[in-house]
């Protein structure tokens, strides 16, 4: 089945604690891209990749770091957690950067930050 | 910088009615446009996207949106409303700049269903 999957989904740490949420897609995809969803603000784009080692900045991507050493992972990176952090991410993969592509959404990492 | 404004933070429709949800976007040029669903724990799933040719586009579920350049809109409308169909609802533009395909949301409708 195509599918993009994020792991952990649900996950309560402490400030300062580093974490990494993975993500994956098994479609063979180019493009992949990481969203954080807080209320009343929809959803905020945080670092996309336009394909292996090509990585860039989106909108609100102060906290976080990616890597993108292989097609199908796209790992989301929090090296020093704040409570500010705490929200609900979404990873997302397109085939490719045209914007007539759809983008694919994982089911999302609850984290909240202590 | 391009927006997307959902105006209706709740909507409360009952079962078997019409619904219209409303979506503007500030652009000087007509971008790529998607409605997405949001279920009550889950991902998010697409709906229907308009690109360019016929205004009125149809999507899953009984879905259609309809664009109207000189409006900026792109307002979502379903004939009759299932209980199933109760979810958070997002508009989204794509606008191509060297970041690929960003997508840009509203802040988002949740439609509540009453039976």
């Known amino acids: 089945e195509a599918q993009v999957t994020q792991n952990p989904r649900y996950l309560i740490t402490v400030t300062g604690k580093k974490l990494t949420v993975t993500c994956s897609q098994n479609m063979n995809h180019e493009y992949m891209s990481w969203y954080r969803q807080d209320p009343g603000l929809g959803l905020r784009q945080i670092y996309y990749?336009?394909?292996?080692?090509?990585?860039d900045k989106g909108d609100v991507p102060e906290g976080y770091k990616v890597s993108r050493k292989e097609k199908r992972n796209f790992p989301l990176i929090l090296e020093s957690p704040s409570p500010n952090q705490t929200s609900l991410y979404f990873c997302?993969?397109?085939?490719?950067?045209?914007?007539?592509?759809?983008?694919?959404f994982g089911p999302g990492t609850r984290l909240t930050v202590l | 910088a391009q927006s997307v404004t959902q105006p209706d933070i709740h909507i409360t429709v009952s079962e078997g009615a019409s619904l219209e949800l409303r979506c503007n976007y500030s652009?000087?040029?007509?971008?790529?446009l998607f409605w997405y669903v949001q279920s009550p724990g889950q991902g998010l799933q697409l709906l229907l996207k308009?690109?360019?040719?016929?205004?009125l586009v149809q999507g899953i579920k009984g879905f259609e949106a309809e664009f109207k350049r000189s409006q900026s809109s792109f307002n979502l409308r379903k004939p009759s409303v299932h209980w199933s169909d109760a979810a958070e609802y997002f508009c989204?533009?794509?606008?191509?700049?060297?970041?690929?395909?960003?997508?840009?949301f509203g802040t988002g409708t949740q439609l509540k269903v009453e039976l």
């Open positions: 997302a993969s397109s085939l490719g950067t045209g914007g007539y592509n759809e983008q694919f």
């Open positions: 308009y690109f360019s040719g016929d205004t």
């Open positions: 990749s336009m394909n292996v080692e090509v990585t």
């Open positions: 989204a533009v794509v606008i191509l700049t060297g970041g690929g395909n960003k997508l840009t």
């Open positions: 652009y000087g040029a007509t971008p790529y």
